[in-house]
């Protein structure tokens, strides 16, 4: 096999790549919002260059679109495209909760607890922004324990491409309240090892963001 081809990232466009993320996940890039690779470039300090493959490397894993004289978006879900994302998440991450309760141990609830009260205290200091990622760090502690990286990879995709919604969700200090009720009931649910509750649990839980967007939200 050739390899005359393959270039590996710099670690310049792997920081920007990475920041792009970041930027999405936590919804200080909005959903339908242009991303200029100029601006970008700038205030991060580096050429266009490695934006540009950042870019591109968000477009093919769904997380921006790309129009042609326009430029690069970030990728804008109606409900429908919403639904269909949790529908999806539901048929993974129910296998993903199933292998896990089957070969669940104590340090997996522990860390999950742990994570809950790190949530808690993010929202007392209104650090939304390690809230978001605390609260994905809590759903796929208990994933990774499935032990299955295949599904693990795509489960991770589908959260990327939602991500800046659930962002948004986290603003109303009402809707993070209940996220924590929420996360205390999957717990206990867990460390029950009753895996249909748990995903009946997951299921309520996922739907609940896209169900306070309306259509103009959207």
Same mark, same amino acid.
């Not at 208990?142 to 991500?163: G, K």
């Not at 948004?168 to 090892?193: G, M, S």
């Given at each position: 096999?050739?390899?005359?081809?393959?270039?590996?990232?710099?670690?310049?466009?792997?920081?920007?790549?990475?920041?792009?993320?970041?930027l999405?996940?936590?919804?200080?890039l909005?959903?339908?919002?242009?991303?200029?690779?100029?601006e970008? %470039? %700038?205030?991060?300090?580096?050429?266009?260059?490695?934006?540009?493959? %950042?870019l591109?490397?968000?477009?093919?894993?769904?997380?921006?679109i790309?129009?042609?004289?326009r430029?690069?978006?970030?990728?804008?879900l109606?409900?429908?495209?919403?639904i269909?994302l949790?529908?999806?998440?539901s048929?993974?991450?129910?296998?993903?909760?199933?292998? %896990?309760?089957?070969?669940?141990?104590?340090?997996?609830?522990e860390q999950?607890?742990e994570?809950?009260?790190?949530?808690?205290?993010?929202?007392?200091?209104?650090?939304?922004?390690?809230?978001?990622?605390l609260?994905?760090?809590?759903?796929f502690?208990?994933?990774?324990?499935?032990?299955?990286?295949?599904?693990?990879?795509l489960?991770?995709?589908?959260?990327?491409?939602?991500?800046?919604?659930?962002?948004?969700?986290?603003v =109303?200090?009402?809707?993070?309240?209940a996220?924590?009720?929420?996360?205390?009931?999957?717990?206990?649910?867990?460390?029950a090892? =009753?895996?249909?509750?748990v995903?009946?649990?997951?299921?309520?839980?996922r739907?609940?963001?896209v169900?306070?967007?309306s259509?103009?939200?959207l």
């Amino acid at each position: 096999m050739s390899t005359k081809t393959f270039q590996r990232p710099t670690s310049t466009q792997r920081a920007v790549l990475d920041e792009l993320r970041r930027l999405i996940h936590t919804g200080q890039l909005q959903p339908g919002q242009q991303v200029r690779q100029e601006e970008v %470039a %700038a205030s991060l300090g580096t050429s266009v260059i490695p934006v540009r493959e %950042a870019l591109k490397t968000l477009q093919s894993e769904g997380m921006l679109i790309h129009h042609p004289n326009r430029g690069f978006f970030v990728t804008k879900l109606n409900r429908d495209e919403l639904i269909e994302l949790c529908l999806i998440r539901s048929a993974l991450e129910s296998l993903a909760v199933e292998k %896990a309760l089957a070969v669940l141990d104590d340090s997996v609830i522990e860390q999950m607890s742990e994570l809950i009260t790190a949530m808690e205290n993010s929202d007392k200091n209104e650090n939304l922004e390690e809230l978001v990622r605390l609260d994905r760090a809590f759903h796929f502690t208990l994933f990774a324990a499935s032990r299955s990286p295949q599904l693990l990879r795509l489960i991770d995709i589908t959260w990327d491409q939602s991500d800046a919604y659930r962002s948004a969700f986290f603003v =109303d200090p009402e809707h993070r309240a209940a996220t924590h009720r929420e996360h205390r009931k999957i717990l206990n649910a867990a460390t029950a090892r =009753d895996a249909d509750t748990v995903t009946l649990l997951l299921d309520a839980h996922r739907l609940t963001p896209v169900q306070t967007f309306s259509e103009r939200t959207l």
